[in-house]
């Protein structure tokens, strides 16, 4: 659907996105997963036409993304909140369907409809000022959605979002994502990715490190399980793997419950035992050797 190709944008002596490649596939919900700075913002807006890369091309449907018809196929709800704060939700949604050239009939039922899936009927006459983080979030996402896109782009919609609304949020584009719409969500929180997408572009420093389902990321770049436990009683003639700190045992394994049937078989009796997979965490770990988040 939108195809990448070779992108690269400098600032100055900086390079934000440097040489990106990938294709969003029509019904996806594709995840783009880095740290501060990595280079999604940029990225968003070079697919949306916002900004020109200086070299390489973006595609949607074969199409360059500043052009109109493109423009309408697009929503996209920018990390900087674009909002009027002095306007009402309503005055917003209305104001944005009519850049859209929405007609007077279609627009009263758009705006209808936003209010509703945004839960912001009730506000619908209070100024977006006195709003919390949260419903101006889910604001900025109504407004992206007004003039019914294909593609949404969905840049950090959950920072600065209390826990309820994250969760209206993550509702909301699972629905939309399994009503057909092609989703993007631009996030450097790992669990968010986990839950929400298909597969998942990991980018650092402007890089596309690695894209992939989150299944095969974990298996390529993802590590090992790791075991950990307080063992009670361990036979003395038995050769306990891992390592032992008082009666803390920790063992990196690619399949634990194997392990853990066999030391129950030999007699190793166990106090308490948890296994945890490899996760998005540890496939940045080990592709970039830092940690997700500062
Ligand atoms: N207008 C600009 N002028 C100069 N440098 C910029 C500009 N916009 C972004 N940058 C720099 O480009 C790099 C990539 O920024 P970008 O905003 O794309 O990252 P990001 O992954 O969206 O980060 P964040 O998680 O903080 O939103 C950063 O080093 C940033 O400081
Ligand atoms: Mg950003």
């Not at 992108?7 to 019904?27: P, T």
């Not at 880095?34 to 949306?48: F, L, Q």
């Not at 969905?154 to 609304?165: A, F, I, M, W």
Request: aromatic share 6%; with cysteine; net charge neutral.
């Amino acid at each position: 659907m939108l195809v990448i190709d070779q992108v690269v944008k400098r600032y100055g002596e900086l390079v934000a996105v440097n040489n990106i490649s990938f294709e969003i596939k029509r019904g996806e919900c594709l995840g783009l997963l880095g740290p501060n700075g990595a280079g999604k913002s940029t990225t968003i807006s070079m697919m949306v036409g916002l900004l020109k890369p200086d070299s390489g091309t973006v595609r949607l449907d074969g199409a360059s993304p500043d052009s109109n018809a493109t423009r309408r196929l697009i929503g996209v709800a920018p990390q900087a909140l674009s909002l009027y704060e002095e306007l009402t939700p309503r005055e917003n949604l209305t104001f944005f369907g009519k850049l859209y050239g929405l007609s007077a009939a279609k627009l009263r039922d758009r705006v209808a409809w936003a209010l509703k899936i945004a839960g912001l009927e009730d506000r619908a006459r209070h100024r977006v000022h006195t709003f919390s983080g949260g419903m101006k979030r889910r604001l900025n996402i109504a407004v992206a959605l007004i003039h019914q896109p294909t593609l949404l782009l969905l840049d950090e919609p959950t920072v600065g979002v209390d826990p309820q609304s994250r969760n209206h949020i993550f509702d909301w584009i699972e629905q939309l994502n399994a009503d057909g719409m092609t989703i993007v969500y631009t996030t450097h929180y790992m669990e968010e990715a986990q839950r929400l997408c298909d597969r998942v572009a990991i980018i650092d420093h402007g890089k596309l490190l690695a894209l992939d389902a989150i299944p095969q990321l974990l298996a390529q770049h993802g590590g090992q399980s790791v075991i950990s436990g307080r063992l009670e009683h361990i036979p003395s003639d038995f050769s306990l793997p891992g390592t032992l700190l008082e009666s803390d045992w920790r063992l990196e394994s690619e399949q634990p419950f194997d392990v853990l049937t066999r030391l129950a078989q030999s007699g190793v009796r166990f106090g308490s035992v948890q296994i945890a997979g490899p996760d998005l965490e540890a496939v940045f770990l080990k592709l970039t050797g830092r940690v997700l988040r500062d």
